[in-house]
């Protein structure tokens, strides 16, 4: 059971750092190629939680059902 919350915990920071990365990325490419300038705001922040938060969940929902078919084999 141990294994299985550490599970989720390391999802989480997965899929937060991720969705982070992807963000940071997409901004570097539009400067890159279309010479703007990204903002960093509150709304960016709020952007990456919600997202990796979301990501995270659908990660931990996958964990649970393949934790449950496994104990069942048992």
Do not use: P
């Not at 963000?23 to 509150?42: N, P």
């Not at 922040?45 to 449950?68: I, M, N, R, T, W």
């Amino acid at each position: 059971m141990i294994r299985l919350l550490l599970l989720f915990v390391y999802a989480f920071a997965i899929s937060l750092l991720g969705v982070a990365a992807m963000k940071v990325t997409i901004a570097y490419m539009a400067k890159l190629f279309y010479g703007g300038s990204h903002l960093w705001g509150w709304h960016d922040a709020e952007d990456v939680f919600v997202k990796g938060f979301l990501l995270g969940s659908v990660f931990c929902v996958f964990a649970v059902v393949q934790y449950l078919r496994v104990r069942n084999r048992l």
